[in-house]
């Protein structure tokens, strides 16, 4: 389990996380700001029940919500590119998510570019289509639809006459996944979770016949030993009107953090002690695309291989008494695509297989993958000007998960829309899955959007 400790960057060092934010994030988003009132600038507000049927998903956090977003966008002839794209969400048990997706400034001379600040490095379709997480960040509002957050650093982008470009990407600075968060409480000695897309560890454990609470000390680093972690890559291909194909290596922390956890039993106390402590483990990423486009058609091949640094070896009885997997195994995975989309409609098909061996079995101590053999197959048709509705059905053949959304859309004005839908989670009966803990987080909701 990819503990997610660090809310402690936001609530225990509060003060010092803000200032290196504002050296990171901040200071480009703040130049952004002053002109994001202007033009180029897009967004909505809204609010989402789940309640359309109290018998469905009828869980802590998963009622009801509000959220923001917003995303600003400048590109002019001789000017320096501007762009902030923002999210926020907060839920029914007041757990505020937010996440800056991209917040960056571009100058571009001849053909080269240089683009500094937090951005998507669009290097892996794998990667962003099943949100794995491994090579950006994911926003992590919810399962059903991961999004992306860049990396903060600096991009330089080279491209060729007859067709080769090559991207180098550079930054000192380490930004893990912030969404969704867990709540430590470091006196009662508690990991507890706000928000059902956040696995918090075991309360208790069965020992002796009876069920025994468990302490967490969370072992908080020193702020320099997170922030402050370099990452680099190469990303090297050719292109032109319609073909585009690269092969890319980048060397970076996990955007998950890792823990090590310890625990011992004192019958006087009779509470069992856990000390958490969190790790920030570099890995590597290799893989490749081959992307070919024509008009309103799309296809691609992708493949991403990601190597832990280090591989823990964990702890069977910790691992049965708090629920966490801390060992780590190295992943290979390969897929494809195919998509046609225009105004008036869009169809897809995706298909994504795990190369690597991961047994059940054998792997208890090992974080589920989040897809094994998986097809993904999605619509949306615009009906009429004021209609319209859309499925995405994702399926693993390996472990019978399956992700279900359904929506249909009344665009009462121009910037005003009502959506209802559905979303579904299907699990493995014998609970043994990475979504297995999410099964209860189905929807039957109804929305309302304002556009800007």
Known sequence: MALIIILWLIRYKK????????????????????????????GSVGALSNQLSTEVGDVDGNRFNADLSFDYHRQRHNELERRLTF?????????????????????????????????????????????FGKLNNRQNF??????????????FTRRHENGLRYHIFATPFYVPELNPSLEIDKTEGTITSR??????????????????????DVNYPELSEVVMKPSGGVNIGWGNKHWDAGVYVVRKPENQISTLVDISYNT??????????????????????????????????????????????????VTQYTQIEVE???????????????????????????????????????????????????????????????????YDMLTTDRLVQLKASYFATRNSVLNVGMNMIGTPSNGASYWSPFTNNDSVYAAMRYLF
């Open 15 to 42: 003060n010092k996380v803000l200032a290196v934010f504002k050296k990171a994030i901040l200071i480009p988003t703040l130049l952004l700001g002053a002109q994001a009132l202007a033009a180029d600038f897009n």
């Open 87 to 131: 999210n926020a969400l907060v839920n029914d048990q007041n757990s505020t998510m937010y996440s800056i997706n991209e917040a960056y400034i571009s100058s571009k001379w001849g053909r080269s570019e240089l683009k500094i600040g937090r951005q998507i490095l669009d290097w892996s379709d794998t990667d962003a289509h099943w949100g």
């Open 142 to 155: 919810t399962g059903f639809d991961p999004g992306q957050e860049g990396l903060v650093g600096l991009t």
């Open 195 to 216: 928000n059902p897309w956040a696995k918090a560890p075991a309360r208790t454990a069965r020992l002796e016949s009876r069920d025994i609470p468990i302490f967490y």
């Open 268 to 317: 006087g106390d009779d509470r069992i002690n856990a000390r958490i402590n969190p790790q920030f483990y570099y890995h590597d990423i290799y893989g490749g695309n081959l992307r070919w486009k024509n008009k309103d058609v799309t296809l691609y091949a992708s493949a991403i291989a990601i190597r832990p640094q280090e591989y823990p070896v964990g702890d069977a009885l």
């Open 328 to 394: 780590k195994r190295r992943e290979d995975y390969a897929g494809w695509g195919i998509s046609k989309e225009n105004d008036r409609y869009g169809i897809g098909f995706d298909y994504v297989a795990r190369l690597s061996p991961f047994d059940k079995e054998e792997d208890i101590l090992a974080e589920d993958p989040r897809w094994n053999q998986a097809v993904h197959s999605w619509f949306y048709y615009r009906l009429s000007r004021h209609f319209q509705v859309s499925a995405d059905v994702k």
